[in-house]
């Protein structure tokens, strides 16, 4: 009888419905690992971006200390010059020379300094990072093992009712099973069979929730033949 195929319908219809959704959830996997991996790929570039910045600025610590070495020597040649000059024009030149270089020299110095607190405070940074990267590699690693587990009980359970489906539409005429299947591909949310629902001497298919014609709803309830919503295509039952 029809109506036995329907019912069968319905099973295979709350199957499909449940291994789409665990094929979807399947799907979906990945990309919850992919999220850990983007968290750790930002904090991985942002250490070695600050690692670069750490060199640059090491390389231009040493450069500044070079160069107050030699101002330091500067000052020096030029202080030992002090009790050679000859003329007060030459001295006070001089003064004014080793004056202008013990500015450059504490200024250079307060640089320094500014670097020197820099590294520390970099140093910090470069901790704070380095230790969330392995907090991250961590976490994707813990993720990894969980997805690993959850992907094989998802597969397990998609093959179990495959082949619950596979023996519940062996007992369906080959015709029918076939019509199903061709409106599912047809149905964005893999739903085939829809309920003709009657509210108010109104006759909707509740797939589509369009109006259907009144004969239509008569051969639904007669139930001698597959009849489909003129609108969407579904099985009415």
């Keep these: ?23 979807e959830r399947l799907e979906k996997l990945p990309r919850e ?3 850990f991996k983007k968290n750790e790929d930002v904090h991985r570039k942002a250490l070695e971006e600050l690692k670069q910045t750490n060199i640059h600025l090491k390389v231009e610590r040493r450069q500044k ?54 590294d520390e405070i970099m140093k910090e940074r470069e901790k704070t990072l380095a230790a969330q990267v392995e907090e991250e590699k961590v976490k994707i690693a ?26 519940l539409a062996g007992g369906i005429k080959s015709e029918i099973l076939a019509l199903y299947e061709k409106v599912v591909a047809r149905q964005s949310d893999g739903v085939g069979l829809a309920k003709l629902q009657t509210d108010g001497g109104t006759n909707i298919c509740t797939g589509c929730y369009v109006r259907t014609p009144g004969y239509i709803a008569e051969k639904v309830r007669k139930k001698k033949d597959i009849i489909q919503c003129e609108n969407c295509g579904r099985i009415l039952y």
């Design 65 to 118: 200390e070079t160069d107050l070495k030699a101002i330091e020597e500067q000052i020096k040649n030029l202080q030992s010059k002090l009790n050679d000059v000859k003329t007060n024009k030459e001295y006070l030149a001089l003064k004014d020379e080793i004056e202008i270089l013990k500015k450059k020299s504490s200024a250079i110095e307060d640089e320094i300094l500014v670097h020197m607190e820099n």
């Design 1 to 23: 009888m029809l109506s036995a195929e329907l019912e069968k319908l319905e099973k295979i219809q709350a199957l499909d419905l449940e291994i789409f959704q665990l094929k």
């Design 142 to 167: 813990e993720k990894e093992v969980e997805l690993e587990k959850l992907t094989a009980q998802l597969k397990e359970q998609i093959a179990e009712k495959e082949k619950i489906r596979t023996e």
């Design 33 to 35: 690992l992919e999220a």
